[in-house]
Each structure stands twice: as C-alpha cells, then as structure tokens.
C-alpha cells in the first residue's frame, strides 16, 4: 500500500486512482528479485521463465495515444492521456483520457 500510496502522490493524482495504483504496484513486485523466492521473481517462481521489462513504463506519466476511429484531415491525430498501469488480460495498457470527448 505504501508503493501505491508513493506512486500517486509523486504524479499528484486524485485518490480515484487508488485501485490502480494498487494494481500496479503489485504487478511491478511480482516482477522483481525477492529473497522469499531465493532471489528469483514470483512471476518466474511461479512460470519458470523470466519475465520481461521491455514493456515497463511509469506510472502516472503523460502519454499519447492515436484513436482507432477515423479522422478528418483537420482533427488531431492523437490523445492526450496519463498511464495507468497494465492489462493483465491482453497486450496492452490502462490509460485514462485527460479530455473527455463531447
């Protein structure tokens, strides 16, 4: 709790974002060395392979994002949005749009 706790306050995001924060705290431990698991990561404790960092990002930071729908030549290109973690389910983030649509 300490982690997600540290994590919202450095990006001074609302307590909305609490769960999230959770949820990615957590899976950024699962990815790291710990001596319970005789310096090995529980996910590799747990899968027998090593997991990748490659993917990583921060949490928190401004990102940007190109919708999926078409545009017209005059609308941007892309979205402004801040990272929320990892889709545990599929490849890919959580994000969350700064501006809403109309």
């Known amino acids: 709790m300490e982690m997600a706790r540290s994590m919202l306050q450095e990006k001074h995001l609302l307590k909305a ?3 999230e924060a959770v ?3 957590v899976y950024l431990l ?5 001596k ?3 310096n090995m990561t529980p996910t590799e404790a747990w899968s027998g392979m ?3 960092a490659k993917h990583l990002r921060v949490f928190g930071n401004i990102c940007y994002v190109i919708p999926t729908e078409k545009r017209h030549k005059l609308e941007e ?3 402004k949005v801040i990272f ?3 889709n545990t389910q599929s ?4 994000i969350y749009n700064i501006k809403p649509r109309k």
């Not at 699962?30 to 710990?34: A, F, G, I, L, S």
């Open 91 to 94: 490849k890919g983030y959580k």
């Open 77 to 79: 290109k892309i979205e």
């Open 50 to 52: 090593k997991p990748l």
């Open 36 to 38: 319970a698991v005789q």
């Open 23 to 25: 949820y990615t705290a």
């Open 30 to 34: 699962n990815k790291v060395p710990t």
């Open 17 to 19: 974002f609490c769960a």
């Open 84 to 86: 929320l973690g990892y």
